[in-house]
């Protein structure tokens, strides 16, 4: 989707439609009080008479209006005023996608930006717009064998309010597109039935995006690498499954050879059963979701490919199932883990942190200036936290801290939740030098204290992404989160 930046007077814009805010409270401000004066005050005599109106999300068509260039009037409620902000403005660019796309118009021009917000710049007044915009389009339709061929909007004007802002709106929009196109990727990835988002897929889709963007290239290790390198934790998780692991290494060098990366890396299990701890049949299914964290990386790499910004950053997604069978791992079977520390596994669900601990111990090879793992590692973190926030963990405070404003910037957000040593206590194990998992209590927790002991002293943050990366029931499918937070903390490094 295109977003050309406008910068002349609201009534002589050409365009489909054009889309005015309209706030609670009877006056009417900025472009929307300017087109009101051009167009024989209809819209004055709107809100004069209707009993509602400015309600957020609310929106109501106007298809044919003279005195102004443009053909109609899309009027979207923005709430109150004082309360406008950046998830207000992504609200009512969300609704008015939805309004445009029930009528069919291919381009319209928005105004929900034009006059100032509280708190954003127009770099993120752009850029969220975009973004919004584009995820609202977004629809997985590609295994339906009849798709209902709706026009889509193509192109939406974004208006400012004088020459100066076109430069910085400009470059919200790019970023925002490159935001959405990772979006895209990592839902995609993630939307896909766990029969054709094998490991071998998410790895060939990993080549395929690294062909088609400069200073990006993705390696692929199979298990025989794997068992070279001790990768004995990695490997336990995927004995019981016939689809062969994959370990997908994408790097994209924006930055001289000699500036440390960034290390990022993704849960990347296509398909969680619990292994012999097998799951209850209750919304298994959702666990084809299990690689949300992998999609996430490698959609985030691509974003980076898209905006070739001047960093060094590695994508590591250890990619397998956990399955049941005859060759699969028991409960109290022990395993070594690259780091050579020896694991007893006491519950085979608890497959994502003996993932990771492989691929945390493979990332300390590129001295890395920090690491940041992404997971749907605990139905804890969801009970903790729900489906709000990211769950956030961390060594390392100035990190964590970065990364809790990049998700408020980003609207994409986080919550710090806590590391410490104590929540280890449980792991303890009288055959092995830890278990992979222990009480229940506080498992979120757990779970990032256990991976915390496969990182060293690098600064390093733990994403567990269980209650926000996919939504259940009749919306149900990938939300493409944590992309934006991601590419916000990168973007401002
Ligand atoms: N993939 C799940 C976590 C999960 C569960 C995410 C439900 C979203 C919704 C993970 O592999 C898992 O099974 N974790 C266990 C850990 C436990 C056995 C220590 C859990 O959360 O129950
Ligand atoms: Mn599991
Ligand atoms: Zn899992």
């Not at 004069?48 to 109609?72: D, F, V």
């Not at 399955?323 to 497959?351: C, F, K, L, W």
């Amino acid at each position: 989707m295109e977003f050309p930046v406008r910068t002349g007077a609201p009534k002589s814009q050409k365009t489909a439609c054009a889309i005015l805010p309209i706030f609670e409270g009877r006056t009417l401000k900025g472009a929307s009080h300017k087109i009101d004066s051009s167009c024989g005050k209809i819209l004055s005599k709107l809100i004069r008479t209707s009993s509602s109106y400015g309600k957020l999300g609310q929106t109501l068509l106007i298809p044919q209006i003279k005195g102004i260039a443009a053909e109609k009037i899309l009027l979207v409620g923005c709430g109150k005023e004082t309360d406008f902000n950046a998830k207000a403005l992504s609200q009512a660019v969300s609704a008015s996608i939805a309004a445009l796309s029930k009528v069919g118009l291919r381009e319209a021009t928005s105004y929900l930006a034009y006059s100032s917000i509280q708190d954003i710049d127009e770099y993120y007044k752009a850029r969220l717009t975009a973004e919004a915009a584009q995820s609202a389009l977004y629809r997985f339709d590609e295994i339906k064998s009849h798709t209902s061929r709706q026009t889509k909007i193509t192109r939406l004007g974004i208006a400012v309010d004088a020459l100066t802002k076109a430069k910085e709106a400009r470059r919200g929009v790019s970023h925002g597109q490159a935001i959405s196109s990772g979006m895209n990727i990592a839902r995609d990835l993630s939307n896909r039935p766990p029969n054709i988002c094998t490991p071998s897929h998410l790895a060939t889709e990993s080549q395929e995006i690294a062909k088609t963007f400069d200073n990006l290239t993705t390696k692929v290790l199979a298990e025989k690498d794997m068992e070279r390198l001790g990768m004995g934790a990695l490997l336990s998780v995927t004995r019981g499954a016939k689809e062969p692991a994959k370990f997908i290494i994408m790097e994209y060098k924006g930055a001289s050879s000699n500036e440390a990366p960034i290390v990022l890396c993704g849960k990347g299990i296509t398909f969680d059963t619990g292994g012999i701890s097998l799951k209850p049949p209750s919304k298994m299914d959702e666990m084809k979701f299990d690689m949300c964290g992998a999609a996430t990386v490698i959609g985030t790499m691509a974003s980076l490919g898209q905006l070739q910004p001047s960093i060094n950053v590695i994508g590591l997604v250890p990619a397998c199932e956990n399955m049941p069978g005859s060759e699969a791992t028991r409960p109290s079977d022990i395993v070594t883990s690259m780091s050579e520390q020896t694991i007893e596994i006491i519950n085979t669900d608890a497959e994502g942190r003996l993932i990771l601990c492989d691929a945390l111990t493979y990332a300390s090879r590129y001295e890395p200036r920090l690491m940041i793992d992404v997971a749907t590692l605990t139905g804890a973190c969801v009970i903790a936290i729900g489906h709000v926030y990211t769950g956030l963990f961390s060594n390392n405070d100035d990190l964590a801290s970065d990364l809790l404003e990049a998700g408020k910037r980003s609207l994409d957000p986080a919550w710090k939740l806590p590391i410490d040593e104590e929540y280890g206590v449980s792991l303890k194990s009288n055959f092995a030098d830890f278990a992979n998992s222990g009480a229940r209590e506080g498992g979120a927790s757990i779970a990032a204290q256990f991976l915390s002991r496969f990182v060293g002293k690098t600064p390093w943050a733990h994403l567990d992404i269980a209650g926000i990366a996919w939504k259940s029931n009749e919306n149900k499918g990938a939300t493409g989160r944590p992309v934006p937070l991601l590419m916000d903390f990168l973007l401002n490094l």
